[in-house]
């Protein structure tokens, strides 16, 4: 089946579509052009506005703003199905498949509705078969449950529902995050088929390697705008790279401070890591932190940034590798252990796990080991004593509440994050490990935050700031080492090369280790 | 701060409002006058001495089991076996109660609730293992146990544990010695002062204690919890054994004061009852306190309201229910300030 192709008007066109989120601008009056038979690559770092594109663009999100035209009519969705049945369909990072149904009966549910109440099992597997043909992937037998496909097959799966409703045009949301490398090549297979078939296929990503291999040609988004379109063949890997981490921000990096020569406070030597799913998440990373020295490690999201937070607070025990903080070398991985060892820190999400929301102020101010042990009797809790400790830390890094008996759920996300960093700071860690410290804070509450860094620094702390915003990790480090695809690069010292920073975060360039293996 | 308690409370006092509005549509619809049936529920709950005394009988399993589930609830672990764990806790108590006599009564007394509780707990420390061990929902497995503790008394009183000379299906009677001691004339127990201070040593852990600190936070965020040098599984199998002691405690308690034996349906589902009390009592242990003595004094009234006022007795399970509906309705609430679960946390 081809899809009737105009050759005048293209396909989808983006007219000056903003989007506003609470206080963040997602997206500032994009305009862009998706051909039919073309796969056209977005590229961009996080928060650049790529998927919240995406998503106005399938009907889940509706623009402030702006206009969306098919094949030269305006649309506008009220919905993910409406989307799908005028053609346009998209694939998530994570799957949206029901695991204790079948192929067909998955199918079934993004289809348009035979009846409202009776399901024609028979009838359902018979549609899945002819649409898996007419658009020639290969379906697993209709009956087979999900639960029971590789990924690779949920993903055919997950395309061919995309395309059920004649797909014009299919959008993936990094497609290759959750595959191995050996499924990667079918998929390209796959898409470069339905770009014969006259579809439009747009493939989120932020491998510059991928746009190469498959796209025909490439857009780059940063801080919710374009950068501009190019042609795949006339442009090269290093010039996407600049483009999309870009080169306005001169690294602000903290340039006064000339050279770090404290002692060597945190030892990191060799470790990897699997996560969730089995798969290596880090690969013989090896650093050093000293003491007054604020490292960061830059990279893409999904590259290992969790799993290294991971392992360096003790949540999950590496597969190989050593973690040293001063002279001792952990030897248990757990929470206890790594505080015990003075590693502090900071998670990446304050509402998941830096925080008891329900509870006052004052009960998460002792929500750590090494506090808590300070206000416990023999199983009491000093009650006086805490509420003094509490009192002081407002104090000191002042936290204005109506009272430290307010739930924190009732605070500011700046202030919730402030009683984050000042309890860890109470504890005088000698190492802190942060995961995205400022992300989500206004100007005011990320500024007290990074303040507050810089000073446990200068205080002698080695300090780890593991981020996905560039900006962040230029603002806060002393040097910069890049995580990507598990591997840690080289350090990197002001003044720092942003062409050669955004080729790492790509993945463009071969990382030490790798060049060594 | 007053803002906060409001907040707490509301909830079970709209709740129960809803109830009483529910159940005065129902008694009006089945014929009667709704003023006069509450009034003789209120008559025959706090109407004299002799019904005072009844509201205090009623209300001493249900406190105890209703702090079994605020520990557990608190600590994020469902425990919904507190019937199961408190009848193994009176199982415990009427085997051992044609025993003793080898100590003074009062610290064979004593020694043999210590049991029932630990019996209870041990009961609940089978959930527990599981869920820690092999990971199996608390909610099932406690159910599954409850179903177990009762066919094991079924068999052990129609055989082993049967009277001597076996005319009924139920357990010989305890050594007198072993009776809680009563405020003569009056049914009242000593029960009663136990699971009042049981009461406060359950507000004394959660809220005055390290270990009870501990519990709550891993409750209500156990990655955070964790996170924070908490040992969380270790919280959890604590909640729950001392869930299934206080339960435990409950059976054994009823066995010694009011029944003096045991026999096939000796609880009337205190323990899922329980779950009813520690809800509306927002699972605090004063919040319990009320809404045992509430639930207690609705059991003790009921006949009363069926004699005066002919509306059947089987309505207090109507209002109990309804006050439950309320309150879990309530629960997700946008209009009320300061709900417990407006953050998608642990939902009942």
Known sequence: MTVSTDATAPRLAVCDVAKRFANVQALVGVSLEFRAGEIHALLGENGAGKSTLMHVLAGLLRPDTGTILLDGRAVSFASARAARQAGIGMVHQHFTLVDALSVAENLALSLPEQSHFLFDADAAAIEARALAERIGLQLSTPDTLVAQLPVGACQRLEILKALAGGGRVLILDE???????????????????????????????????????????????????????????????????????????????????????????????????????????????????????????????????????????????????????????????????????????????????????????????????????????????????????????????????????????????????????????????????????????????????SEALRAVARRGCAVVVISTDLDEVLDLSDRVRVLSRGRLSEALEPPIDMEHLGLLMAGAVATQNEARS | MLNHVVARVLPSLLALAGAVIVSAVIIAASGSNPVVAFGALLGGAFGSLDSLSDVGVKSCPLLLAGLAIAVSFQAGVWNIGAEGQLLMGALAMAALGTYGARLPAWLDLASNLAVAAAVGAAWAGIAAQLKLRRNVNEVISTIMLNFIALGLISYLVQGPLMETGGRYPQTDALLPGLWMPRLAPYRIHLGLVIALLAAVAVHVLLYRMVPGYEMRAAGLNAAAARLAGIDVERRVLMALMLSGALAGLAGGIEVSAVTHRLYERFSPGWGFTAIAVGLLGRLSPAGVVVAAIFFGALDAGSNAMQRVAGVSSVLVAVIQATVILFLVALEHRRWLPGSPHSDGESQV
């Open chain 1, 175 to 449: 497609p290759t995050a959750v595959l191995t490398p050996q499924e990667v090549r079918p998929l390209f297979t796959m898409l470069r088929r339905l770009r014969e078939q006259g579809r439009s296929v747009i493939f989120i990503t932020h491998k510059l390697r991928e746009v190469k291999a498959v796209a025909d040609r490439v857009t780059v988004m940063r801080r919710g705008a374009i950068v501009g379109t190019y042609d795949v063949s006339s442009v090269t890997e290093s010039e996407m790279a600049e483009r999309m981490v870009g080169t306005v921000t001169s690294p602000a990096i903290r340039a006064h401070r000339e050279r770090v020569d404290g002692a060597v406070v945190l030892q990191v030597v060799e470790i990897s890591a699997r996560d969730g799913r089995g798969v290596p998440a880090l690969q013989g990373v090896s650093f050093a932190v000293r003491a007054d020295e604020i490292l960061g490690i830059a990279g893409v999201d999904g590259n290992g940034q969790r799993e290294l937070f991971e392992v360096l607070v003790g949540l999950t025990p590496p597969a190989a590798g050593t973690v040293t903080v001063g002279e001792h070398a952990l030897t248990d991985f757990n929470p206890r252990a790594a505080l015990a060892a003075g590693i502090g820190h900071i998670p990446p999400d304050r509402h998941r796990e830096g925080l008891v929301l329900p509870m006052t102020v004052q009960e998460n101010f002792l929500l750590s080991r090494n506090i808590l042990d300070r206000f416990n009797r023999r199983g009491l809790l000093r009650r006086a004593a805490a509420c003094r400790f509490a009192a002081q830390l407002a104090e000191r890094y002042a936290l204005h509440f109506a009272s430290l008996d307010t739930p924190v759920r009732f605070l500011s996300g700046g202030n919730q994050q402030r009683v984050v960093v000042a309890r860890t700071l109470a504890e005088q860690p000698r190492v802190l490990v942060t995961a995205n410290p400022t992300r989500g804070l206004d100007f005011a509450a990320a500024a007290a935050v």
